[in-house]
């Protein structure tokens, strides 16, 4: 079964969102819930859309996505009119970064970005080792 060319997992080179777990988390899944509710999603400046931003302030969800320039440019021209400027956390926005980061060293070995391993047990274990071997990179450059 091969996966859509829209599936971020496939190394397309699309842009991922980062979520942070927050207070909103629930003791327990609730019937018909599996997941417990996000306190923040981190994303670039490419989901930095009013449709997001819309859809993650209804869920009541923490939009951590700096503004675009085009963006800010044309709400600062209409002056009072549009509208307040958006709010964004540095710090939340760092650790979106140092995930990415890792990711891109994950798929930096071959077998995971191309996805060749069939099984997800076989997948999994050549996450296992590529994290082991980032590990022990820096363990080693870290002790000199």
Do not use: C, F
């Not at 018909?32 to 509710?37: C, D, F, K, S, V």
């Not at 302030?57 to 002056?79: F, L, M, T």
């Not at 994950?106 to 080792?129: F, N, V």
Request: charged content about 35%; cysteine-free.
């Amino acid at each position: 079964m091969h996966a859509s060319r829209t599936d971020p997992d496939r190394g397309t080179g699309r842009r991922q969102l980062a979520v942070h777990p927050g207070s909103r988390q629930t003791a327990g899944p609730r019937p018909g819930r599996q997941a417990p509710r996000p306190g923040a999603v981190a994303g670039d400046k490419a989901y930095s859309s009013r449709g997001n931003r819309a859809y993650l302030r209804r869920r009541s969800i923490k939009a951590v996505i700096p503004e675009k320039k085009d963006q800010s440019d044309n709400r600062k021209k209409k002056g009072r009119h549009g509208g307040r400027p958006l709010t964004h956390d540095t710090d939340l926005y760092k650790e979106r970064n140092t995930v990415e980061r890792l990711i891109n060293r994950l798929k930096a070995w071959r077998g995971i970005a191309t996805r060749y391993d069939k099984t997800p047990e076989s997948y999994q274990a050549g996450l296992h080792l590529r994290a082991s071997m980032i590990w022990i990179k820096e363990l080693a450059r870290t002790t000199q």
